[in-house]
């Protein structure tokens, strides 16, 4: 299982692609694709968001359910859905709606 | 009064302006899409604009390490006003911020112009911010302050049309006394400001330095090089390294590796070769411009205040707060009435270098009131108020306490030299600063730090070696293994004049281990040094890493 995500490009904010195609700021808003075909039109469009100057650094990663919540396989990419696990006055984690836990 | 440091000239400011008018422009034409993410990028780059995991990163130089109150202020303001209160001091004396948005860094770099500072080649395959002891210009074992040179080099090296893209990026540090607190035997080229047996001024030439993933100590190619040809055989070094360096491997780019392959004396040949046609020169250095930036540079007028002694005998029977302060982080000015105060940004279980708005904020009043307005970095990410009057350290330590700034750690255990790690940075692997934390927090009983005595433990949170874990006496390498963390642990680095590279004890230790390793590490070498003389760095040249690998992996470590 993948989701596409990248950092928008006028502030640097780590962002994730829904399913209505627009970036959203926290990973539990991501659209998981589940097949290749799915992983295809993500980075499709991550290509052509890329190529419009909305986002940079545009990259699939690896992510599994667990208990319905996405959580990438790899820490970095944990930590960039929460925030600085050293701050969790920081980052995603600090909001309203709670986002991942990173570690 | 001002500081005793460099002030821009007309051609300075006018440069810099420029500077920040072009990335506005820049930045303007990446937000309407007129220009590609890789065109920009090593646009962004030229001006210390990173990409990191959370946003950009905006690396400001700090030319030398040295700052006036003005300018600390205006880095709090930054703080306050473009991030999120709070900024990292770095271990090459800049200051990093982690969260400015793209399109507010031309005000902030606008507003950084005002006083005198920027991000200019704090990124880049080019000559990076030039950094020198902290103590420059205060020590009491100083031959003479570096930092004039450092600012001839620094006017010579920015945007120098034959060094703007180098094989790789190129550091340059200098000291000016035998005792090296600047780590020079770790930079592209290290400078030794000296004296001959003629009284002459000069410097020992050091090349070939690094850290990263294949850590090599800088060989001496000159023991003594006049200062007034400083220019013309710096030059001589870097165009030898620009026509032969390797551009074809980014791993193998590096001055170090050329230095390495060819050998030191074969280094040296070339650079005397190419210095043959170059001294002498326009590249000499005139006295009178030597002395016009010495100039900026003169210590200010300590009136004497023979006061102190009474007031620190008095302090240190009063307060054993105060006592163990002044034994850990103050040190001998060369003025008898002053001292050097190191302002300690390691409190523990907080975030190596991190100082927020408010602290920068309060450690320039503090400058401004008792230290003559000038503040240091230092590459251990702590600040230093390089002139203050014995009689007005108890005062200090009185306003740096209400800041949290007045830990008594330094040179001790938890005074830890830590990158960002994968908290922040996209390069690393794992993370720096919660291993920091957690051993402060395990070491926090300054009776225990002072027991162990002078421990120097850096952390890394990749190969690059942001956090010069291959000189720490201690270091720590935060690798990453099967999606988790692992800690590799290299003992017997060290950083100063005497330098060594850390050897790697055994396997690595996971996130729940690597605390309890440095813990036996301590035991072990209390358990065996001589008496509280013999630091552990002496203790582990006298009995290298049997000990240490037998007490961390037993049986494993017989077999092996």
Redesign the interface.
């Known amino acids: 299982m993948k989701v596409l995500t990248a950092n928008r490009l006028f502030d640097g904010e780590a962002v994730w692609l829904a399913a209505d195609h627009s970036w959203a700021e926290t990973l539990p808003a991501a659209h998981v694709a589940h097949d290749e075909a799915d992983e295809e039109r993500l980075a499709a469009h991550g290509k052509l968001s890329a190529a419009r100057n909305e986002v940079v650094d545009v990259e699939l990663i690896d992510v599994q359910l667990v208990d319905g919540a996405i959580v990438p396989l790899r820490l970095r990419e944990r930590i960039r859905a929460a925030g600085p696990t050293v701050r969790g006055d920081l980052g995603k984690q600090a909001r309203a709606v709670p986002a991942l836990a990173a570690a | 009064m001002e500081p005793s440091m460099y002030r821009y000239d007309e051609f300075d400011r006018a440069f810099v302006e420029a500077r920040v008018a072009q990335f506005r422009d820049q930045v303007e034409r990446?937000?309407?899409?007129e220009i590609t993410?890789d065109q920009f990028k090593p646009l962004r780059l030229q001006n210390g604009v990173y990409?990191?995991?959370?946003?950009?990163m905006l690396r400001v130089a700090i030319p030398y390490g040295t700052l006036s109150s003005r300018q600390l202020r205006m880095l709090a303001h930054i703080a306050r006003t473009y991030d999120?209160g709070y900024g990292h001091f770095t271990t090459r004396q800049n200051i990093q911020f982690h969260?400015p948005?793209?399109?507010e860094i031309p005000d902030a770099l606008a507003d950084l112009a005002s006083v005198e500072m920027h991000a200019l080649q704090t990124s880049g395959n080019c000559i990076r911010n030039i950094s020198a002891d902290h103590f420059a210009g205060a020590a009491a074992d100083e031959v003479a302050d570096p930092r004039p040179y450092a600012e001839i080099l620094r006017q010579w090296s920015s945007a120098h049309p034959e060094f703007s893209f180098l094989p790789r990026k190129f550091k340059i540090a200098f000291t000016g006394a035998e005792r090296d607190r600047a780590a020079i035997q770790t930079y592209d080229i290290g400078l030794h400001l000296k004296r001959n047996a003629e009284g002459e001024l000069g410097f020992a030439v050091w090349v070939g330095g690094g850290q990263g993933r294949t850590p090599i100590l800088a060989k001496k190619i000159r023991d003594f090089l006049p200062h007034e040809e400083l220019l013309s055989y710096v030059t001589a070094i870097v165009r030898v390294y620009n026509l032969e360096g390797r551009r074809d491997n980014k791993w193998k780019a590096r001055i170090k590796i050329m230095v390495h392959e060819l050998g030191a004396a074969e280094f040296a040949r070339l650079v005397e070769a190419e210095w043959e046609n170059l001294k002498g020169g326009d590249l000499s250095l005139p006295q009178a411009d030597i002395d016009a930036i010495e100039a900026y540079f003169a210590p200010p007028a300590l009136p004497d205040r023979p006061e102190g002694d009474a007031a620190v005998r008095a302090a240190r029977l009063d307060s054993r707060t105060f006592s163990d302060w002044l034994d850990r982080n103050v040190v001998t000015h060369r003025h008898p009435d002053y001292a050097a105060v190191t302002v300690s940004l390691k409190a523990i279980g907080e975030?190596p270098g991190d100082i927020s708005d408010a602290q920068m904020d309060a450690v320039a009043d503090i400058a401004e009131r008792y230290g003559f307005g000038e503040i240091r970095v230092s590459h251990e990410q702590n600040l230093v108020l390089p002139h203050v009057a014995r009689a007005d350290l108890p005062a200090v330590h009185d306003a740096l306490v209400a800041q949290g700034l007045a830990t008594s750690n330094i040179d001790l255990i938890s005074d830890i030299i830590a990158c960002p790690g994968?908290?922040?940075c996209s390069l690393?692997?794992?993370?720096s600063?919660?291993v920091a934390?957690q051993i402060a927090l395990r070491f926090s009983s300054l009776e225990r730090q002072r027991e162990i005595g002078e421990l120097k433990l850096n952390i890394s949170g990749c190969i690059n070696a942001c956090g010069h874990h291959h000189v720490g006496h201690i270091g720590i390498l935060g690798v990453?293994k099967k999606?988790?963390?692992l800690y590799q642990v290299t003992l017997g680095g060290a950083a100063d004049e005497h330098a060594s590279l850390g050897e790697i004890v055994g396997r690595g230790f996971g996130p729940e281990e690597i605390v309890d390793a440095v813990e036996t590490i301590v035991e072990t070498y209390l358990s065996l040094r001589h008496d509280r003389a013999e630091r552990f760095i002496d203790l582990y040249r006298r009995l290298g890493a049997a000990p240490f690998k037998e007490a961390l992996y037993g049986a494993e470590a017989r077999v092996a």
């Open positions: 990446r937000l309407k899409g993410e990409l990191q995991l959370h946003a950009y999120k969260w948005a793209l399109a975030t994968l908290d922040y690393a692997n794992a993370r600063i919660p934390q990453e999606g988790g963390e």
